[in-house]
């Protein structure tokens, strides 16, 4: 271009950006599109010769995130999506038409819960929701028209772990997929695909990213059914974008030492508590991987514990509707994620006013200890 105007030049600034190719990270293609030299090399796309047209499409930020969450899960493909609920959403439609049915765990997470009950149907899909406790309560849920059997490989808030390998030979038996939310229990610990399910899905917000900084989703399988969900995911706009895909990239990095440290942590404060008198009940997996027990632990308080005063005197820890973060934070199920349950529904999966979620952090382990144990015992009711 010979000498440029000023309002030419500031759109076409380093036009000509060729890659860097050593690069030590990857960088961020913060881009909505990708640009072609010639007709050539824009029906080289088409042909399958050149990965990259449009983000909402396909980006290498996406790729890359997708590609080391399938690696990480033994999977041979994945698709990074907007958030955990649209990785399930899309998940549920690579596998199920108007006109088939569903089963699903009562227990799942509560979007999970709203998504599978209130939204499915309008997309014409039949759903029975049971308790995945009994499997044969499962296998007797399934119909002819039943596609899917969906579950949570480590449940919330009570930490319920799925029995995958009779699962998986229930739906082999009975000609069905099956889908596993693999969120809390993460890569590190269990590996649902390489048990024989078909569909892995995990909230990204959660112990992938691991730093409550971005909302992402990804969905791992084979293939075909990975390029089903690509589709579903590029036409109803549910992509994730490029930099929420590299920051996740980015926190995935230390997911390892993250759940080591994390899952080691949850397990002593599980012990402490259980021992402690104002403390009805510790739900914690007695066993979930070789590597550790996973880094959630519920707890039911005592009845003369004061829950308002309790929540007024956490000292460093914080109250915070999610979990997974490298701080340690708590939830209250009745208020948050099982607010939209009726009491009646609340009570029949055990959630009450004193139970509490502990997302445990990779502070000191004693440091989290000494500051629950000193909560629990200020908040007496006098
Ligand atoms: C948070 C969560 C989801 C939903 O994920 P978002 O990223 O918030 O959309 C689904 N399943 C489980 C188990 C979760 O914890």
């Known amino acids: 271009m010979t000498n440029p105007s000023f309002d030419t030049k500031i759109v076409h600034h380093k036009a000509d950006q060729s890659l860097v190719p050593n690069s030590k990270t990857t960088p961020i293609y913060q881009t909505s599109a990708f640009t072609f030299k010639d007709l050539d090399h824009l029906e080289s796309y088409y042909e399958g010769n050149s990965p990259y047209l449009y983000t909402r499409e396909r980006n290498p930020n996406t790729d890359e995130l997708a590609g080391t969450v399938a690696e990480l899960e033994e999977a041979p493909a994945g698709v990074a999506t907007s958030s955990g609920m649209s990785a399930i959403l899309a998940g549920i439609l690579a596998v199920a038409e108007p006109g088939d049915h569903i089963v699903a765990a009562e227990d799942v997470y509560g979007g999970s819960h709203k998504l599978i009950t209130k939204e499915l149907p309008s997309f014409g899909i039949d759903v029975t929701m049971v308790s995945f406790s009994d499997l044969k309560t499962v296998e007797d849920a399934v119909t002819e028209k039943t596609k899917l059997l969906y579950t949570e490989s480590i449940s919330n808030p009570f930490l319920r772990v799925e029995d995958l390998k009779e699962l998986v030979s229930i739906a082999y038996r009975k000609g069905v997929k099956t ?9 590190y610990l269990l590996r649902p ?24 989703g990804i969905l791992v399988g084979n293939e075909e059914l990975i390029k089903a969900a690509q589709q579903k995911v590029v036409t109803l706009g549910a992509n994730l974008s490029p930099f929420e895909a590299w920051l996740t990239q980015r926190g995935a990095k230390t997911l390892g030492l993250r759940m080591k440290q994390q899952s080691y942590n949850a397990h002593q404060v599980a012990k402490a508590l259980r021992n402690h008198k104002l403390v009805q009940n510790v739900y914690y997996p007695e066993y979930v991987s070789e590597r550790g027990h996973g880094a959630i632990v519920t707890i039911e308080l005592d009845g003369t514990v004061d ?58 382990h004693e440091d989290i200890i000494h500051q629950l144990i000193s909560t629990i015992e200020s908040s007496v009711r006098v």
């Open 307 to 364: 829950i308002e005063k309790f929540f007024q005197s956490l000292g460093w820890i914080k109250i915070a509707p999610t979990l997974a973060g490298v701080e340690t934070t708590l939830s209250y199920p009745v208020r948050t994620s099982h607010r939209a349950l009726s009491d009646s529904e609340r009570e029949k999966i055990g959630i009450n006013d004193y139970v509490i979620r502990l997302s445990i952090g990779i502070e000191h």
């Open 193 to 216: 695909y390489s048990d024989g399910v078909d569909l892995v899905v995990h909230s990204g917000t959660k112990y992938i990213g691991g730093h409550s900084d971005v909302t992402c």
């Open 179 to 187: 889908m596993v939310d693999n969120t809390f229990a993460t890569p």
